[in-house]
C-alpha cells in the first residue's frame, strides 16, 4: 500500500544539508524541494522582500561576494527556516 505525506501533515521546516562555493557562486542544498530568498543587511526581512535564490526546488544558489548571508526558506507546507551563511 502506498501511502503519501501530505504537506498539510508537514511541520518540519526545510533543513540546510550542505553549502558551498564555486567562483563567485554560494550554493545552499536543502532537505527537501523550497523556495529560498536572502538579504545580505539582516535575518528581520519579510520573506516575500527577500532576493530570490534561484532555482527552485532544493540546491539554491547566490551570484554575490558579500561575506555573510541571512537566508530563508519555505516548503511547500509553508514551514520557514531560517540560517546564516558565511563565506
Known sequence: VFEA???EDDHDPP???HVYTS???LHVVTNEPATCRY???SMNFLFEDGQPMGPEGTEHVIIGSDAEYFVQCRDAAQNLAQFVIYR
Open 5 to 7: 505525506t501530505l504537506p
Open 39 to 41: 538579504d545580505a543587511e
Open 15 to 17: 533543513e540546510l544539508v
Open 23 to 25: 567562483g563567485s557562486t
